[in-house]
């Protein structure tokens, strides 16, 4: 029997039959190729060996979602070809998509349509600018255009055949000006090949290019903001409404699978947040972020025209409102971001933050627990799965984050037979931390009571992944039947495992590294517990 995952036939096709775009298939084929790299056969793989996979990428959830997208893919085709009876993707759980908001700026008008248009400077140029604004193309879409696709109906009148996503061709109407336009570029057309936009040295526009040609026009034309052919796809979709055509029709315009697409491309302009150099942050932060640019909004504030004044004026106002000066350093970072968002957007030239004073607030002593205290929480944990919590928690110093996000593949020996422990840090840091004999144990301990097949390791009774707040109430109770009448929180642990290094004579370089700070600044004020200063060092 020839071998079914070879380089040629692996992965080409969706469940339903229909092709997969080049894109896809290239991103599918990488992935196949990894599972069987690991070790694993596509025809008898089964669910704990998918999840095995997954536990040791150490992705993030959304790469995680197209590893498992080309899994299942190619797991569909084994059904088809009858040598395997099952899916193993299609039991398990689906981790929700990251959303992330992104500053969309507003459709064009017609008179900055026109204006982008006569702002192009070569007939090549004004031929896309027509296409993009008057067909709604995908910019994959047009620099797949050849001049094959350019034909006229029995009727005289001019259409484009567009080869769209998944393989899905359709046939879009052009009006007489934007076949004239693209008919007067052809005329300028000095080589033979069967592509129809071109670059300088004959070869076929990449979509980076069109989006330079885009740019440069709306540029020239004083359009506010970076003009990409996507702003021009959405602003022939929102044409299309303003017509009083339905979602389907447009869709239909569009090449969308979905009336769902339609719906998010016409959707209101949100405001939200992204990073510039295309790291995002976690997704705690995103979500206090997000609440703190919802509240600048509702204020009647815009990113686009907010002034320093506006920017000081908000900023007092949740300090009046009760918020916590660290409340308020937060608010102020997340408006940082979404304007310097605006900048790169091209929305607007300056950042009103920059200059702004930073109002210091004081910063408290951390506070730790003492040694008997934690001797008391271990002892006071009724379980194995408690016991290795409040273990790791006391002798690692490891994040609420991090320990709800161990998996049991995280858990490894070294060369030297010793115990550590791969940890998944903010901003995507891993690092590996020690573990004692004693926290190996418990660790061990819980994996033997372990009933779920769940990769994660810490599960709640409903079989699911704790949750940063499940972790909480876990540890308040312990140390209410410890005794301990002051709060305890994942932070304390922290806090009391740092001073534990620092006693010892570890260096600040060396904690820094254990508790997978940024800087040393962040380190530093554990040096201050028991002196009653917290006073960071200077850089």
């Given at each position: 029997m020839p071998k079914l995952w070879s380089r040629k036939n692996r992965g080409l096709f969706a469940a339903d039959g229909t092709q997969l775009t080049e894109e896809t298939r290239k991103a599918y084929q990488v992935w196949i190729e990894r599972f069987s790299d690991a070790g694993y056969s596509c025809e008898t793989a089964d669910i704990g060996d998918v999840q095995s996979f997954l536990a040791n990428l150490h992705r993030s959830a959304n790469t995680k979602r197209h590893a498992l997208n080309a899994l299942s893919n190619a797991f569909e085709e084994a059904k088809h070809k009858g040598l395997r009876k099952d899916n193993p993707v299609s039991g398990l759980p689906r981790e929700r998509k990251a959303q992330i908001i992104k500053l969309i700026l507003p459709p064009l008008d017609e008179d900055q349509v026109v204006a982008m248009i006569h702002s192009a400077d070569t007939p090549r140029d004004k031929a896309i600018v027509r296409l993009l604004s008057e067909t709604g193309l995908r910019v994959s879409e047009l620099c797949n255009l050849r001049i094959g696709d350019f034909e006229r109906t029995e009727s005289d009148e001019s259409r484009i055949?567009?080869?769209?996503?998944?393989?899905?061709?359709?046939?879009?109407?052009?009006?007489?000006?934007?076949?004239?336009?693209?008919?007067?570029?052809?005329?300028?057309?000095?080589?033979?090949?069967?592509?129809?936009?071109?670059?300088?040295?004959?070869?076929?526009?990449?979509?980076?290019?069109?989006?330079?040609?885009?740019?440069?026009?709306?540029?020239?034309?004083?359009?506010?903001?970076?003009?990409?052919?996507?702003?021009?796809?959405?602003?022939?979709?929102?044409?299309?409404?303003?017509?009083?055509?339905?979602?389907?029709?447009?869709?239909?315009?569009?090449?969308?699978?979905?009336?769902?697409?339609?719906?998010?491309?016409?959707?209101?302009?949100?405001?939200?947040?992204?990073?510039?150099?295309?790291?995002?942050?976690?997704?705690?932060?995103?979500?206090?972020?997000?609440?703190?640019?919802?509240?600048?909004?509702?204020?009647?504030?815009?990113?686009?025209?907010?002034?320093?004044?506006?920017?000081?004026?908000?900023?007092?106002?949740?300090?009046?409102?009760?918020?916590?000066?660290?409340?308020?350093?937060?608010?102020?970072?997340?408006?940082?971001?979404?304007?310097?968002?605006?900048?790169?957007?091209?929305?607007?030239?300056?950042?009103?933050?920059?200059?702004?004073?930073?109002?210091?607030?004081?910063?408290?002593?951390?506070?730790?627990?003492?040694?008997?205290?934690?001797?008391?929480?271990?002892?006071?944990?009724?379980?194995?799965?408690?016991?290795?919590?409040?273990?790791?928690?006391?002798?690692?110093?490891?994040?609420?984050?991090?320990?709800?996000?161990?998996?049991?593949?995280?858990?490894?020996?070294?060369?030297?037979?010793?115990?550590?422990?791969?940890?998944?840090?903010?901003?995507?840091?891993?690092?590996?931390?020690?573990?004692?004999?004693?926290?190996?144990?418990?660790?061990?301990?819980?994996?033997?009571?372990?009933?779920?097949?769940?990769?994660?390791?810490?599960l709640q009774r409903s079989d699911t992944p704790m949750t940063r707040f499940a972790i909480f109430g876990v540890i308040q109770k312990i140390g209410k039947r410890a005794g301990i009448a002051e709060p305890v929180n994942p932070t304390k642990f922290r806090n009391t495992f740092a001073k534990a290094l620092l006693d010892r004579g570890a260096d600040v370089q060396a904690v820094k590294r254990v508790l997978g700070h940024e800087s040393t600044v962040a380190t530093a004020i554990y040096t201050a517990i028991g002196t009653g200063t917290s006073k960071p060092p200077t850089k």
């Open positions: 055949h567009v080869r769209g996503k998944g393989k899905k061709d359709r046939y879009v109407p052009l009006s007489e000006s934007c076949s004239k336009a693209v008919q007067k570029y052809l005329g300028y057309r000095q080589t033979a090949r069967e592509h129809l936009f071109l670059n300088q040295h004959g070869k076929r526009m990449t979509p980076q290019a069109v989006g330079a040609v885009t740019a440069a026009a709306g540029k020239r034309a004083g359009i506010a903001g970076r003009v990409s052919p996507f702003r021009l796809r959405r602003t022939f979709a929102i044409a299309l409404r303003n017509r009083g055509e339905d979602l389907v029709r447009i869709g239909e315009a569009l090449g969308h699978a979905s009336v769902t697409s339609t719906q998010q491309l016409l959707s209101p302009e949100k405001r939200g947040f992204s990073v510039c150099d295309g790291a995002q942050p976690a997704e705690m932060t995103r979500k206090t972020y997000q609440r703190f640019i919802e509240l600048f909004n509702d204020a009647g504030y815009s990113f686009e025209t907010a002034g320093t004044g506006d920017v000081q004026a908000f900023l007092a106002e949740l300090g009046r409102a009760g918020y916590a000066p660290a409340s308020v350093g937060v608010a102020r970072a997340a408006l940082n971001t979404m304007f310097l968002e605006a900048i790169h957007q091209g929305v607007r030239k300056d950042n009103p933050i920059v200059g702004l004073p930073r109002e210091e607030s004081p910063r408290r002593v951390p506070e730790v627990f003492t040694q008997d205290q934690v001797v008391a929480m271990i002892h006071s944990a009724d379980t194995p799965r408690d016991k290795a919590i409040v273990r790791l928690f006391s002798e690692t110093g490891l994040r609420v984050s991090e320990l709800c996000n161990l998996t049991i593949g995280d858990f490894e020996r070294t060369e030297g037979n010793e115990s550590r422990i791969h940890v998944r840090g903010k901003g995507k840091k891993d690092r590996y931390v020690p573990l004692s004999e004693s926290c190996s144990k418990a660790v061990q301990e819980c994996l033997g009571h372990r009933q779920g097949a769940r990769e994660h390791l810490f």
